[in-house]
């Protein structure tokens, strides 16, 4: 019968050993760490159905909270399937806001403020009575940017002091006008009685902390609590979280340092890292075992981020091998495009679904190429996360604004005419330094001029030919697709997997992004691409584009992190070098100083943990191997996989089988050589 008790011996016989370690830690505090694709949703599901089934937990007593509408969907229907139909599975928003509906008639009396969905009205209001000259970008980002401030518990009195020392900032606004901007903000939206989504988590959390009546109700309610993707967890989400818990420590958190990628917004990974610090006597769990990826897209996800300070759960695939990745160098965008959309074509003609295809790149900008290349193949596909190209507002404003300026100019050439209707609306040839919808919105305009640097060089030279090419490509790229090829950013793609991912625009200042410029800024892009490389499961393509426009300097080098990944023939077409990075002791983490140390990777007086002659036999014979199977030497083993091999000398295939980066394909495929290597 759907939604019956399942029992105990059947629930848990389905996991693997740490999902199962997770579903039977049933008293908090827990701590799960868990790589991408391994199957964190079900192992939490898990634990609260077991908690369930053995009479500890009642259904009605459990909060699962996660971060959007459609993972608590996703929640709730794996626990009714699992014998856990009234388990609470919801958003924050969604919880606190329940909350706050059922207690603030009888607490403070009247209605409850109105919520409003967007910020932007009540922005330009504030905007207006304080005279400062905004567009709809810039509202945009002002939008956003008093979203971080209120979920980071910073007043619009403080912002100025601590938006500097942040390093935040709203496209030619000071800090000193974006805090009184937010204030008026606040203004505008008390004479009209509304709230916005921080206000729901703000005065719930001020309900909960000054009502110890309505604070006794929830937390006699709620008994148990699960987090989901903790590493996006805000300052004020941690405080609502701890009034919910009261002092108690029933909770489990899940989430994956490796892919906090919204720090900008407010998300701190610390709460997930500090945790036990924060919860003496917490079990951590690890969970490794990657169900999604390929082999060799694990290796080179795990080869990303062997790069990086952050720390991160080494993933070990559990696929059978499959396709090597690629990486492909073009010399200009047009041909990267071209080229990706040939590769989605072959791959359709394969049997690929075209919904089990995506395209992941950067910026919202950067879709056009992509759109313009699929679409004069005939391919299908859909832009998530954004209007297609043609019908973004700036873009729609723009080509309204030249064909009006053709019609009354017909002396100035193509890029001037192009240039001083771009500049009208706000574009520059120098790119603003702060992301944001100021920076999307440029980089729209940008796309445009360089169409038309595009057309200039290939000698299509008028304005009449120009524009009658953008309403062919509009035209073509106007139809719908449904089930077609996925075109996203990297952050639309969180969450998501598909077949097929091509990364594409993967070189320096795409990939980190050039408006990245702090070490935390540019360690947060490497988790980016991680993120986009952990949603392949079968191919992933990765490709870069030398120059622009065709015919320009071919200047651009392939993302500083695929260093370590790119194979000789990527790395002769355009590779970077190295960037020179502080070097660190292996065993003691100190800095090196010497050459003969650094080339050791470890300090003179600090004893190697594993052989250093085995592992330099297995070096040699990986590289046999590499050669042999015409793939780069870390397809087969990364170094840090060989040193511990060298440092725990297994005999079997089962002690290599235990050995982080061994798993059942490379056993099979590799073990026999490597356990003689050993012998």
Not at 396 to 408: D, I, W
Not at 450 to 464: C, I, R, V
Not at 514 to 525: G, M
Not at 621 to 648: C, G, H, M, N, Y
């Amino acid at each position: 019968m759907t939604g019956a008790p399942h029992p105990i011996s059947d629930l848990l016989d389905a996991l693997d050993p740490e999902q199962r370690e997770v579903a039977e830690a049933l008293r908090g505090p827990v701590r799960v760490l868990a790589g991408a694709g391994t199957g964190k949703t079900r192992a939490i599901t898990h634990r609260i159905a077991n908690g369930v089934a053995q009479g500890i937990y009642a259904p009605t007593e459990v909060l699962a909270v996660t971060f959007t509408t459609r993972a608590a969907g996703e929640m709730r229907g794996r626990l009714h399937r699992l014998g856990a139909p009234g388990v609470q599975a919801r958003t924050f928003h969604s919880a606190a806001l329940r909350q706050l509906r059922w207690f603030w008639p009888t607490t403070y009396g009247g209605e409850l403020p109105t919520l409003t969905e967007s910020k932007i009205t009540l922005v330009a209001g504030a905007a207006r009575r304080l005279r400062v000259q905004t567009d709809q970008a810039v509202l945009r980002d002002l939008a956003s940017e008093i979203e971080w401030a209120k979920v980071s518990n910073v007043g619009p009195d403080d912002y100025p002091r601590v938006a500097e020392r942040r390093g935040r900032a709203v496209a030619g606004l000071d800090h000193e006008t974006v805090g009184r901007l937010f204030g008026g903000y606040e203004e505008v939206k008390r004479s009209q009685a509304r709230m916005d989504m921080e206000d729901v988590l703000l005065l719930t959390a001020g309900m909960l902390a000054e009502e110890e009546r309505v604070a006794a109700q929830v937390r006699a309610q709620y008994r148990w609590f699960v987090v989901d993707e903790f590493q996006d967890v805000s300052p004020l989400q941690s405080a609502l979280l701890d009034l919910w818990l009261g002092g108690r420590d029933e909770i489990c958190v899940v989430g994956d340092p490796a892919q906090t990628i919204y720090s900008f917004a407010g998300a701190d990974a610390a709460y997930l890292r500090d945790f036990p610090r924060k919860f003496p006597g917490t079990t951590s769990v690890e969970l490794s075992r990657n169900y999604r990826s390929s082999p060799e897209v694990v290796s080179a996800a795990n080869a990303v981020l062997a790069g990086s300070a952050s720390t991160s759960v080494r993933l070990r695939a559990q696929r059978p091998s499959g396709a090597a990745v690629s990486f492909a160098p073009a010399a200009d965008e047009v041909a990267e495009a071209g080229a990706v959309a040939d590769g989605v074509g072959a791959l359709l003609r394969d049997g690929v679904p075209a919904s089990g295809i995506a395209v992941l790149f950067r910026i919202n900008a950067q879709s056009e190429a992509f759109e313009e290349a699929l679409a004069s193949r005939g391919l299908p596909y859909v832009v998530r996360g954004a209007a297609r190209f043609f019908e973004r507002a700036e873009v729609k404003q723009a080509v309204a604004l030249l064909r009006a300026a053709v019609r009354t100019d017909d002396s100035s050439s193509l890029i001037d005419l192009v240039r001083a209707t771009l500049a009208g609306l706000g574009w520059s040839s120098k790119a603003p330094a702060t992301r944001g919808q100021a920076r999307d919105r440029w980089e729209s305009l940008q796309a445009l001029m360089t169409m038309a640097e595009e057309a200039a060089t290939s000698g299509e030279t008028t304005p009449d030919a120009f524009l009658a090419d953008l309403d062919r490509r509009a035209a073509e790229q106007h139809a719908p697709a449904a089930g077609g090829v996925t075109l996203a950013t990297l952050h639309s793609a969180k969450g998501l997997e598909w077949d097929a991912v091509f990364l594409a625009g993967m070189h320096d200042g795409a990939m980190p992004v050039s408006h990245a410029t702090t070490d935390a800024e540019i360690e947060e892009e490497r988790r980016l691409l991680y993120v986009g490389m952990t949603r392949a499961r079968e191919h992933l393509a990765l490709s870069w584009a030398a120059a622009r426009t065709p015919g320009g300097r071919g200047n651009r080098r392939p993302s500083r992190f695929l260093d370590d990944l790119l194979p000789a023939s990527a790395r002769a077409a355009g590779a970077r070098p190295k960037p020179r990075r502080a070097a660190h002791c292996r065993e003691c983490g100190r800095p090196l100083s010497t050459a003969p140390e650094k080339k050791r990777g470890r300090c003179g007086d600090c004893p190697a943990s594993y052989d250093e002659e085995l592992f330099e036999r297995l070096r040699a014979w990986r590289k046999e191997r590499a050669d042999q199977d015409s793939v780069p030497a870390f397809v087969v083993f990364t170094d840090a996989t060989l040193q511990l091999i060298a440092e725990q000398r297994p005999t079997s295939p089962a002690a290599l089988l235990r050995i982080s980066g061994v798993g059942p394909a490379k056993l099979e495929r590799y073990g026999d050589g490597l356990l003689e290597v050993v012998g």
